[in-house]
């Protein structure tokens, strides 16, 4: 923020000032996309700690869609962040000249100013991303995958498996003892299951390879963050109630699988049958959904959906992510699934 003051920029989400002390500093904080639009920026500016300019424009380019509702009103620009937006020492002043110059880009005498005061980084810092380009790009790349699926017929998120995945990349990892592997897709260093292990708990942080079943994610959110099996609901007992398809008095436990519609609502109603007739039992939804959109295949709902549906009836649910790019096929989640339902259950 101080960096912004200096540059003689205005923070689009600011809060209004009612001191004449300077804010606290405070932690960054994970903001939806509908706060960034709500804003209303004139100027973007990623600079990402750690990551070069090169990186950063290839993630400002990654995330072309979710800026495309900033496209037509705001110019979006990628920093090197690691070198002058980050970094504590003399470089922080080429930063607020950077900063002053995607903030004035389109005023000459301000910016022939900045030049004046020769304060410039050595090399390019920063650059314009042009999001319009890659959408235009994304969608003759969409028309043309639509075509070739016509084509060819097109199957579900259960069928979106390859061979060189992340998760091949993760069980060498593993094989060798290693803590960390790159990621094939983005060059990111991720945490084994070998690292998380050495640790001995879960975090918390929702991690990719998470031994513990992320019990210790924990809030609203917690369908948003996994990426491996996890309970996103727990039946609760009622002492004076009938505590249909309660875990802890059951020794048998049933699995069913629950897309969240009709179906499976009418599947629910057989069931609750069959434990009044037949004997009681506990219950386990099983939900597979996609974990870059959150949604349940074939329904095309959320998976917050099906948690309300799962608190609103009082059954235990597990969230199963499929993962797009990691090379594991479908069963080998499920198998994961019903893993994480036995250990929950232990």
Aim: one cysteine or more; aromatic letters at 6%; a negative charge.
């Amino acid at each position: 923020r101080q960096m912004m003051e200096y540059a003689g920029a205005e923070m689009a989400r600011s809060q209004p000032e009612t001191s004449s002390q300077p804010p606290p500093s405070v932690k960054s904080k994970q903001l939806p996309w509908k706060d960034v639009y709500d804003s209303q920026p004139d100027v973007v500016v990623v600079g990402c700690c750690g990551f070069d300019l090169q990186r950063n424009v290839k993630d400002t380019l990654a995330h072309a869609e979710s800026l495309a509702p900033l496209a037509d009103t705001a110019t979006v620009f990628a920093c090197d962040g690691n070198a002058y937006l980050t970094q504590p020492g003399p470089q922080l002043l080429v930063g607020v000249a950077i900063l002053a110059q995607c903030a004035y880009h389109n005023q000459p005498k301000v910016l022939q100013s900045i030049a004046e005061t020769n304060i410039i980084a050595p090399s390019k810092g920063f650059e314009v991303v042009d999001i319009q380009s890659r959408l235009a790009m994304d969608k003759t790349r969409a028309k043309v995958d639509d075509d070739l699926a016509s084509a060819v017929g097109i199957g579900d998120i259960e069928d979106n498996v390859g061979a060189k995945g992340f998760a091949e990349r993760h069980k060498d990892a593993c094989e060798r003892g290693e803590d960390f592997y790159d990621d094939p897709e983005t060059g990111y260093k991720v945490f084994t299951e070998v690292a998380h292990k050495k640790r001995g708990y879960c975090c918390g942080s929702g991690c990719r390879h998470c031994p513990y079943n992320h019990q210790n994610v924990a809030g609203k959110n917690k369908a948003q963050k996994i990426q491996q099996p996890a309970i996103l609901y727990e039946h609760q007992d009622d002492i004076d109630g009938e505590n249909l398809f309660s875990l802890s008095q059951n020794d048998k436990v049933k699995v069913m699988f629950n897309s969240g519609g009709k179906d499976s609502f009418l599947t629910i109603r057989a069931l609750a049958r069959s434990h009044r007739e037949e004997g009681p039992f506990g219950l386990v939804l099983l939900t597979t959904f996609d974990a870059t959109s959150r949604n349940i295949a074939h329904q095309n709902i959320p998976i917050d959906d099906v948690i309300r549906q799962a608190r609103h009836l009082n059954i235990t649910l597990l969230g199963v992510p499929l993962r797009r790019g990691s090379g594991e096929r479908y069963s080998s989640r499920i198998e994961k699934g019903v893993a994480a339902v036995q250990q929950y259950l232990l």
